[in-house]
């Protein structure tokens, strides 16, 4: 290693030898490659594939008894990883047939691209290539790819999804805390989507999706969901993402309209869910979803960038314990229709004219702390009944407004907003803030629009005979 260290520009190279298996320094006019102490192994040069160790549980008893048992992997960047289909939801444009075969002796199908071999072995300490059997037995596995009749060595790996996901929020997410709980997410652009995948991170059980949008190429831009996803629902690119996330999630899909035709679907989903999310774009799909989920007594958080995402905000609503959308807009008319136009749905929706409304640009760096806040509010709903290390926020998310803004955007009530730098008590870009106001004791959806009414014009309701306890559409 020294004498690389020690080298000259220009004057060696490393080159992979594949028939030696081992990096050599190739002397510039030198006849013969000089050998250096680094093994394949060291340099991570083989292949690498695989394997579920959930699997091979559940086939175990078929392995014990067939000696060999075929499967399906992904083919990945020319050979250089393989992993067994599987594993997730998402698989490689190439496929290819492999076996697993028990002990010496057996041989693969005609048409076998990928062997994986297990030998029993005494002990199966923290070896990544060692698979411990429900029987207790362990097995190290070794596997080969055969290219042009020549057997290539593969470094094989066991994955075991769910507790190796785990470790990862350990100690603030327990592995179980979050899997019987559902989430309904209405409205999958940007933050919506962004949200539902990183609640699937967090280890939630159970999804259901709304929304009527196929994934268009501009979405692409700030979309978790990519150029080779274009033209499908998305809720069913973002499912498929939720099952990358979390493999075992469950995740209903409704490709609907949000209109009141669909109340009654909507009922029945919002009825289901521990908590619901909000990202449309339009008052009319916001204020229906308030609609029901103040009927129905769940929890709702509320989305929304601003134009051109300069800020955005984020309104959560406990019914009947905090203000609600409709709530929101008869005290905040201005900030409640400030929202970006970011879909082509919701661009025709309010098209009032024949001239078209175009779908506001916007980044996804200035949405994403939006749907950050979002998920995150969400979480804490989700483990409202749980003690977990994240309680303690619930002191600090109280409000039921949230505002961020990305930059001091003129020509708004923002733009003479100090300088981050400068500001330490005044209000400032890229910190959020709750903020409180209170319920509409008139509002016709969460307050007592009747009686309210009746005691501004000094009428006594018990003189007045029945009426309908809330205004309706039917
Ligand atoms: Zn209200």
């Known amino acids: 290693m020294k004498a690389i260290a020690e080298r000259k520009p220009g004057r060696t190279k490393l080159v992979y030898d594949k028939t030696r298996r081992t990096i050599v320094a190739v002397a510039e006019g030198a006849q013969t490659p000089r050998a250096l102490n680094i093994t394949a192994d060291d340099a991570d ?6 394997l579920s160790s959930r699997w091979f549980r559940e086939q175990w008893h078929q392995i014990t008894r067939d000696r060999m048992v075929s499967s399906l992997f992904n083919f990945w960047d020319e050979g250089d ?3 067994q289909c599987c594993l997730g939801a998402q698989a490689s444009s190439s496929i290819i047939q492999g076996a697993v075969l028990l002990g010496h002796g057996t041989t693969p199908p005609d048409g076998t691209q990928l062997c994986v071999l297990l030998s029993p072995v005494e002990d199966s300490r923290s070896d990544p290539s060692t698979f411990t059997a429900p029987d207790g037995s362990a097995h190290r596995a070794v596997a080969w790819r055969t290219v042009n009749n020549a057997d290539e060595a593969v470094t094989a790996v066991f994955a075991d999804v769910q507790p190796e996901l785990a470790t990862r929020r350990s100690c603030i997410l327990e592995t179980t805390v979050l899997s019987d709980k559902s989430v309904l997410c209405i409205g999958l652009g940007t933050g919506g989507a962004h949200a539902a995948i990183e609640l699937a991170k967090c280890g939630v059980g159970r999804f259901t999706l709304v929304d009527q949008d196929r994934l268009s190429v501009g979405n692409v ?5 990519g150029i080779s996803q274009v033209g499908r629902f998305k809720v069913n690119v973002v499912r498929d993402l939720i099952h990358e996330k979390n493999p075992d999630a469950q995740v209903l899909t409704y490709p609907i309209k949000l209109t009141y035709e669909n109340r009654e679907t909507l009922k029945q989903l919002i009825a289901q869910a521990s908590v619901v999310i909000c990202g449309t774009d339009n008052r009319p799909s916001k204020l229906l979803v308030n609609q029901l989920c103040v009927e129905a007594n769940v929890v ?14 984020i309104l959560r609503v406990r019914p009947k314990r905090s203000p609600c959308h409709e709530c929101f807009v008869a005290a905040m008319p201005e900030e409640a229709s400030d929202v970006e136009v970011s879909s082509a749905s919701d661009a025709n929706d309010i098209a009032y004219s024949d001239q078209p409304v175009a779908v506001e640009p916007g980044l996804s760096l200035d949405v994403l702390p939006i749907a950050n806040m979002l998920t995150k509010l969400a979480l804490l709903e989700l483990l409202a009944d749980k003690p977990t290390s994240l309680s303690v926020l619930n002191r600090d998310f109280d409000a039921p407004w949230y505002l961020w803004l990305n930059r001091p955007e003129p020509g708004t009530q923002y733009a003479n907003w100090p300088p981050l730098s400068e500001s330490s008590d005044e209000m400032t870009i890229n910190r959020w803030y709750g903020i409180y106001f209170e319920r509409d004791a008139a509002c016709p959806v969460c307050g007592d629009f009747i009686s309210t009414i009746a005691a501004s014009y000094g009428l006594d309701l018990a003189s007045l005979g029945t009426l309908p306890s809330s205004p309706t559409k039917d």
């Open 81 to 83: 990883a393989f992993t």
């Open 221 to 225: 831009a700030r979309h978790p969901g």
């Open 300 to 313: 709702a958080v509320y989305g929304g960038a601003f134009r051109r995402a300069y800020g955005g905000q």
């Open 45 to 50: 040069m083989f292949a690498v594939v695989t």
